[in-house]
């Protein structure tokens, strides 16, 4: 099975700052690659699908980038709505596995 | 409005078995996908089961495989995961999940869960 990694495991930023987190799947997985944000208490948010494409009503401050299997979520101006576990999942193929997330919170 | 709503959560003992629904209202439930993804308490997402448009493709976790079963009733607008032989470590949040326009299957809207817990 593909594995996906994230990277950091957790970072803390200041509000404004620019954020990025890494994903990385140990095979192509052709850019099938979605983000999730997880606020505390809340549900899963679909944010990006098809590794850069913004799911409707996302806030533009969120992009995502790369290909093949290394990829990127990145927050231009971090705000504090956006504290929260970020998780990437490949669904190219099964298993539709996750990353083990990112939690992001402010400085 | 889309929404999904889960139910069927609950205590259950080793080796016994509990059966998850969800209803979708607000789409045409038949023609997506539809998933269940689960979290163990203070834990990541992972990916249980999905079940295509159609019923035409299933699939399974491999820790799930042989004991969950993924069914829809498209006349009721309905996703079923029933759950035998539970282990302690099947205890987490279970969502339904709709997958993405094109029988695609990252998950654009997610239900508020089913907290299914299992100890003895």
């Known amino acids: 099975d593909i594995q996906m990694t994230q990277s950091p495991s957790s970072l803390s930023a200041s509000v404004g700052d620019r954020v990025t987190i890494t994903c990385r799947a140990s095979q192509d997985i052709n850019n099938y690659l979605a983000w999730y944000q997880q606020k505390p208490g809340e549900v899963p948010k679909l944010l990006i699908y098809?590794?850069?494409n913004l799911q409707s009503g996302v806030p533009s401050r969120f992009s995502g980038s790369g290909s093949g299997t290394d990829f990127a979520l990145t927050i231009s101006s971090l705000q504090p709505e956006d504290v929260a576990t970020y998780y990437c999942q490949k669904y190219d193929s099964v298993p539709f596995t996750f990353g083990p997330g990112t939690k992001v919170d402010i400085k | 409005e889309v929404q999904l709503v889960e139910s069927g959560g609950g205590l259950a003992k080793p080796g016994e078995s509990l059966k998850l629904s969800c209803v979708g209202s607000g789409f045409t439930f038949s023609t997506y996908s539809m998933n269940w993804v689960r979290q163990a308490p203070g834990k990541g997402l992972e990916w249980v089961s999905s079940?295509?448009?159609?019923?035409?493709?299933?699939y399974y976790e491999d820790s799930v495989k042989g004991r969950f079963t993924i069914s829809r009733d498209d006349a009721k607008n309905s996703l079923s995961l029933q759950m035998n032989s539970l282990r302690a470590e099947d205890t987490a949040i279970y969502y339904c999940a709709r997958g993405f326009w094109g029988n695609r299957y990252n998950f654009d809207f997610w239900g508020q869960g089913a907290l299914v817990t299992v100890s003895s």
């Open positions: 079940i295509s448009s159609g019923s035409t493709y299933i």
């Open positions: 098809v590794a850069y």
